[in-house]
């Protein structure tokens, strides 16, 4: 934390006994070497908060759960140069095989609203152990399926089985780190500098004694099945609850429908026609054309996601008095949006013309870093708005993102066979830039008065939420 934090203000005002049960206390305010206040604050000297582990811990932590969340893509997608040999197996026509990849998107979207809630009861460890078994008995099953609707309901578990890393693995990501380390710790999946206004809403650096004398969750068993103890714990069903909260915080829904179904979803529609459009070519030869996303995605994630996206922040913040907003983040999603359209032209273009496959890798490099950049922008906008809620927010997130990928399959493969892939593609990329720029920049110009309007939401993150629960 020595890097990060390079100063303490103490602020001498003693709380009241009644509003945290400690009696006088003097707080400690952590700021980082630009001067804002950290958030969340750490327990000053406490070794149990996992935001003051050292970094080789956190870092290790960290890749376990990059690990899942790689499992939690290429589980979805590794099947695709299979095509031609599902194709052959189950005699399936092209909209169907598609269907192979729709499937287990669908098991992504509905286990984040099945799993985040006991993930706060029990913790985050057995929520990705049961889902890494499942997972794992899934894939087996797909191997040996004997039927299509065998492989299907293995894909669907799957997804379920993966699922746990969109949201468990980011609410570990959010214990451990300090929201202005996010976005680059999370390469593009949640980072969140929160503005000013909201710390001081959150909670502080002090805890009631009798919060240290509970079990800690490094004492707790291996495979702990009860509630973790000293925290109150949401419903088993309060994720879907939620999820449908959610709808009245405006910028959240317009902020991911907008990304997801005006961008994201193409994803699905380059990569289940990858075997159709580079059908001369073996399925191994097919599965080394995802080098070119892949190379856009790691340039994007390195140079222009997270790291770019906190370093804006922090000097838009400067020039604004030293205030941050979460409209701040949208700045990365116009050039995104621009360099994913350009990708998808090229692609469909490169298809139709016959040109060398380089070129298809070029725009497959363009589009995988307009899709990493835009995916950085909109999931750190979503969490700096509601930062308090960002379990409920990332959940909402992982399931309308995964529900677009769910429904692109389905519609691509006529779309294609019906007007070409450049009027397909170019389709795609007029649609990104001509409704996804202009909606973002209203919300770009009015979020933070929508955000005025609707409100503050009515729950907090377990982890934010700290009267005590006495145990029996």
């Known amino acids: 934390m020595a890097d990060l934090v390079n100063e303490k203000e103490k602020i001498g005002t003693p709380t009241r006994p009644e509003e945290n049960g400690i009696g006088k206390t003097t707080q400690e305010v952590t700021l980082t070497k630009d001067g804002f206040s950290v958030h969340p604050q750490p327990v000053a000297g406490d ?112 997804g379920l089985g993966v699922s746990p890393a969109a949201t468990v693995g980011l609410a570990i990501i959010n214990d451990m780190f300090f929201e202005h380390e996010r976005g680059q710790k999370t390469k593009g999946v949640v980072s969140g500098a929160t503005s000013g206004a909201v710390d001081e809403k959150a909670i502080g650096s002090t805890a009631a004694p009798e919060a240290m004398e509970v079990a800690r969750t490094k004492k707790l068993g291996f495979l702990n099945l009860k509630p973790v103890p000293a925290m109150k714990h949401p419903k088993p069903w309060a994720s879907i609850v939620r999820f449908g909260k959610l709808f009245k915080f405006s910028v959240v829904p317009i902020a991911t429908g907008v990304y997801c179904f005006g961008w994201y979803w193409w994803v699905l529609s380059v990569i289940t026609m990858i075997p159709v459009a580079y059908i001369d070519y073996s399925p191994q030869v097919q599965g080394l054309f995802f080098i070119g996303l892949i190379v856009g995605t790691l340039i994007s994630e390195i140079f222009f996601s997270g790291q770019l996206s906190d370093w804006l922040v922090i000097k838009l913040a400067k020039s604004n008095g030293g205030v941050k907003t979460a409209e701040m983040r949208l700045w990365l999603a116009y050039p995104a949006a621009l ?36 995916n950085t922008a909109i999931c750190s906008y979503i969490v700096d708005a509601y930062p308090l809620q960002s379990m409920a927010v990332i959940t909402f997130y992982a399931v309308l993102l995964n529900l677009s990928a769910f ?14 892939y450049t009027w397909t593609f170019a389709g795609h990329g007029i649609i990104t830039i001509f409704f996804c720029i202009p909606a973002l920049g209203l919300l770009h110009k009015f979020g933070g008065a929508l955000r005025q309007k609707a409100g503050e939401p009515d729950w907090v993150n377990p982890e934010y939420d700290h009267d005590i629960v006495q145990e029996a």
């Open 47 to 158: 070794a149990m908060d996992p935001l003051n582990w050292s970094a080789f811990q956190k870092n290790t932590i960290l890749a376990i759960v990059m690990a899942l969340y790689f499992m939690f893509t290429y589980i979805t997608t590794t099947t695709v140069p299979s095509f031609p040999e599902l194709q052959e197996q189950y005699s399936l026509t092209l909209e169907m095989v598609n269907w192979t990849v729709a499937i287990p998107a669908l098991g992504l979207a509905i286990g984040p609203l099945l799993w985040s809630s006991p993930a706060d009861i029990i913790g985050r460890r057995p929520i990705f152990i049961a889902g890494t078994i499942v997972a794992f008995a899934a894939t087996i099953g797909a191997a040996k399926a004997p039927s299509y609707g065998g492989y299907m309901a293995a894909r669907l578990f799957q």
């Open 339 to 374: 360099l994913t359209s350009i990708g998808l032209i090229i692609w469909g273009v490169s298809i139709d013309k016959a040109y060398h496959w380089m070129v298809g890798q070029v725009a497959f490099a363009l589009f995988g870093a307009g899709i990493q950049m835009g």
């Open 407 to 420: 429904i692109d399959p389905f519609f691509i493969a006529p779309w294609v066979t019906n007007v070409g």
